[in-house]
C-alpha cells in the first residue's frame, strides 16, 4: 500500500499518509522529509474545500497557451508545430487545474488550523476522506471506551 | 468512559463565523457563501496534572507564585514548577522560555525528519544527466556508486524497520534503483575497460 494522497506540484511537494493511529504529513525534501504527526485521538474536525487556482491557471494561459495561440498565426510550418504543442500543454494544464481545484484539507486540533492545501485528484481526496473520518471515528470510539474514567 | 469533548460546530474558512454540517458534512455558510465539508469529532481531553502547593520554606515556581518548584529552566535558570517543565533531549525547559526566547530550540525538538536515503541516490542518477557536471560525475563514478549501493542497502533496512518508509517506497521503486543502479555500473565497467583495452591496444 503506497501513500493516500500524493501532490507532485514542483514546489512543496507533499504526501499524507494515514496510519493505524495518526495522519502523517510529509513535505518532500531532496534527502530527508519534513514529517507531522496527527494523531487522531486529538482531531477536532475535519473541514475540506476546494475552489480553483486562478494563479495556476493565469500563469499556465500567459506562459503556455497564450505563446501557442500567437505562434499559430505566424504561418509557418515549425512555429505551428510549436504552437500546437505548446497551446495543447497550456490547455491540458488549465483543464486538470480546473477539473482537480485546489484541495485543502483543515484538520482542527485544540483550536488550531492545521491546512494541507494542494491539488489532488477528486476521487482520490473522496477516497481519503472517507478513510480519514472512519479512522477518526474508530479511534476516538475505542479511546473514549478503554481509556480510565476521569 | 474516558473525559471527551464534543465538538458541535466549526468556524467557517471564509468568515469565521460558527456553523453546525449536516449528517452528511456537507455546509454552505449563509453568510459568505463558502461551500465545503466538515466532520465533527469527540476528541479526548487531556487532563493535566496539577502540580504541588510550596510550603513556606520550599522554593517556588517563577510563572506560579503559589506552586513548589521542581526543576530549573535549562534557558534561563529559572525555578519551574512542574505544569511549567518540558523536557526536551534529556533537558528541562520552562514553557515560558520555550514560547519566548527558546522558540527555535522548541521548534526543531518537535521537528520530525524521515531520511530518504533512495531520494538521494535518484540524485546521484540525475546528475548523470545534466550537462557538463556528468562530465566530472562519470570519472568519479568510483566514488559515489559505493556510496549509492551502501544508500540502496540502507533503504532496504529503513524498508524493513519503518512501516512509513515501507508505505512510502513501494517494491517498484526498490526494483527499480536497483536496476537502474546495476545498469549504471556496468555501463561504467564496461566503459572503463574499453578505455584500457583501447589504450593498451595502441601501446602495441
Known amino acids: ?150 | 468512559m474516558a473525559a471527551v469533548k464534543v465538538i458541535t460546530d466549526f468556524l467557517c474558512p471564509g468568515c469565521a463565523e460558527h456553523l453546525i454540517p449536516n449528517s452528511s458534512g456537507a455546509v454552505i455558510c449563509s453568510y459568505c457563501a463558502w461551500k465545503g465539508e466538515a466532520y465533527l469529532f469527540s476528541p479526548r481531553v487531556l487532563a493535566a496534572t496539577s502540580a504541588d502547593i510550596a510550603l513556606p520554606d520550599e522554593a517556588t515556581c517563577l510563572h506560579h507564585p503559589r506552586k513548589k518548584a521542581t526543576a530549573i529552566c535549562a534557558g534561563t535558570g529559572d525555578y519551574i514548577c512542574s505544569l511549567c517543565a518540558v523536557e526536551i533531549n534529556g533537558q528541562t525547559f520552562g514553557a515560558e522560555y520555550l514560547n519566548s526566547a527558546g522558540k527555535d530550540k522548541a521548534g526543531k525538538a518537535f521537528d520530525r525528519t524521515l531520511e530518504r536515503p533512495d531520494s538521494r541516490i535518484v540524485l546521484y542518477l540525475l546528475l548523470l544527466f545534466i550537462p557538463y557536471i556528468n562530465f566530472v560525475v562519470i570519472p568519479l563514478a568510483f566514488v559515489w556508486l559505493p556510496h549509492a549501493f551502501y544508500l540502496y542497502f540502507k533503504a532496504l533496512r529503513l524498508r524493513r524497520e519503518n512501516p512509513l518508509y515501507r508505505r512510502l517506497i513501494g517494491t517498484p521503486r526498490v526494483v527499480t534503483l536497483a536496476i537502474l543502479l546495476f545498469l549504471v555500473t556496468l555501463g561504467w565497467v564496461a566503459g572503463v575497460a574499453a578505455l584500457v583495452i583501447y589504450f593498451l591496444s595502441r601501446r602495441r
Open chain 1, 1 to 150: 500500500m503506497s501513500v493516500d494522497l500524493q501532490s507532485n506540484s514542483t514546489f512543496g511537494r507533499i504526501s499524507i499518509v494515514l496510519m493505524n493511529d495518526c495522519l502523517i504529513k510529509l513535505e518532500h525534501g531532496w534527502s530527508e522529509d519534513r514529517t507531522r504527526r496527527f494523531m487522531y485521538e486529538g482531531i477536532d474536525s475535519v473541514v475540506i474545500w476546494r475552489k480553483i487556482p486562478w494563479v495556476r491557471i493565469m500563469v499556465c494561459a500567459v506562459l503556455l497557451a497564450l505563446p501557442g495561440i500567437i505562434l499559430l498565426f505566424l504561418g509557418n510550418i515549425v512555429a505551428t508545430v510549436c504552437g500546437i504543442v505548446l497551446g495543447a500543454i497550456g490547455v491540458a494544464l488549465i483543464v486538470w487545474y480546473l477539473y482537480c481545484r485546489s484541495t485543502t484539507i483543515r484538520i482542527v486540533r485544540a483550536g488550531k488550523n492545521h491546512d494541507l492545501t494542494s491539488i489532488f485528484r477528486p476521487g482520490k481526496v473522496r477516497s481519503f476522506r472517507d478513510r480519514l473520518v472512519v479512522n477518526i471515528r474508530t479511534i476516538q470510539a475505542s479511546e473514549s471506551n478503554t481509556s480510565p474514567s476521569k
